[in-house]
């Protein structure tokens, strides 16, 4: 079956007139492969032109050889433009894959007869076992001289062309006589032009002096120019040597205004230590304090005994003539009340004498002067 249908579809493709061709071809092999070709519709001789051939395997398809050959056609004979074998030797393809190349061609400058351009693809391919080879043809453009586009774009340039030169000549005629007018006109002008001459090399000679009086000043001021340089030269090296300085007093403040911080840091951590100290003294001033209410209270009961002890050394020498165990007895009573009085009494002494100094809150240093601005540049004299 398909070597049935295959003569009559190639038949069909060669014998395709190239005039219903409008730059692109397309033709599909029953359903094995699309062959598709991008040509222009005609040349003109002496040129290059350029064509697009891609081929589409349309399912599996083992291929001998593909070749695409495009050949310049005249009354003389014919000239190969192009032979190009895209495959030479057994190689199997997929569905999908695609063979895509782009050619710039050129023709001949001489030519006879009506020459055209024809481009011939061969093909050997099986999808099975069985080799078909396929052969396809087109006419791709005639060859010509000129184009159309260009014979009906020079009628339209010399119709043009022709408008244009009768305007010309209209317009002519017309500056003829303007420039009949204009003439007169000029000739009252030159004799009034002459006048203004003769105004002219006068006020020309007096712009001379003052060009050469102004010349005089020009060199003075030059002179002073240079004077100026170099005085800004010095300021220059003046400011450099200022700025130099400006940065080594900057150093010297960042490290001053560090050790400003370092020592802010101390002084907190001081004031923290002088808060705890002060926390502690008033707790030992209240504790002293309760002391002393305490001493006053001892030394009631202090007096309290020694008017007992009184009252005992009376009672003693009352009893006096009492056994001897007894006499001893009241006795230490008597030196121990008497040791216990005193040691109360000078702890309350030892600690009335004492003098607690108030102290001072330190104040907070003042933090060091903010550094000199810095001068702005001068700007350099050109």
Request: include cysteine; hydrophobic fraction near 35%; proline fraction near 4%.
């Amino acid at each position: 079956m398909v070597r049935a249908v295959f003569p009559f579809l190639l038949a069909g493709l060669l014998f395709m007139p190239y005039v219903l061709a409008d730059g692109f071809s397309s033709f599909t092999d029953d359903g094995r492969l699309k062959i598709t070709l991008s040509y222009p519709a005609e040349v003109k001789s002496g040129t290059c032109f350029t064509i697009v051939f891609q081929t589409t395997f349309l399912g599996s398809v083992t291929v001998e050889r593909l070749r695409l050959t495009v050949t310049y056609v005249s009354g003389s004979g014919s000239v190969n433009l192009l032979t190009d074998t895209f495959v030479s030797a057994l190689t199997a393809f997929s569905s999908g894959d695609v063979i895509s190349r782009t050619y710039s061609l050129c023709v001949p400058s001489a030519y006879s007869g009506d020459p055209v351009v024809k481009a011939t693809v061969y093909a050997n391919y099986t999808r099975e076992t069985l080799f078909q080879p396929m052969t396809h043809s087109w006419h791709l453009a005639v060859v010509r001289g000129k184009t159309y586009d260009e014979i009906v774009s020079s009628l339209a340039q010399a119709e043009s062309l022709i408008q244009s030169l009768r305007r010309t000549i209209d317009e002519l005629r017309t500056q003829i006589n303007t420039l009949s007018n204009q003439l007169d006109n000029a000739l009252r002008e030159n004799t009034a032009l002459s006048t203004r001459l003769d105004e002219a090399r006068k006020e020309n000679a007096r712009l001379e002096q003052k060009y050469a009086n102004l010349t005089a000043e020009y060199r003075a001021l030059s002179e002073r120019y240079t004077a100026v340089v170099g005085d800004l030269r010095s300021l220059e090296a003046l400011y450099q040597s200022l700025r130099s300085e400006h940065t080594a007093l900057s150093e010297s403040y960042r490290q001053l205004l560090n050790d400003y911080r370092n020592l802010t840091a101390d002084y907190t951590s001081l004031q923290g230590r002088y808060t705890q100290l002060q926390g502690l003294y008033q707790d030992l001033s209240k504790r002293h304090e309760d002391a002393r209410q305490q001493i006053g209270f001892l030394q009631s009961q202090l007096d309290e005994t020694r008017a007992s002890l009184q009252n005992l050394l009376q009672q003693y020498s009352l009893l006096s003539g009492e056994n001897s165990l007894h006499r001893s007895i009241a006795y230490a009573q008597g030196l121990a009340l008497v040791g216990v009085a005193s040691a109360l009494a000078t702890v309350a002494v030892t600690r009335k004498g004492k003098k607690h100094a108030t102290q001072q809150t330190p104040a907070l240093p003042p933090p060091p002067p903010p550094p000199p601005e810095e001068a702005s540049k001068n700007p350099q004299a050109q």
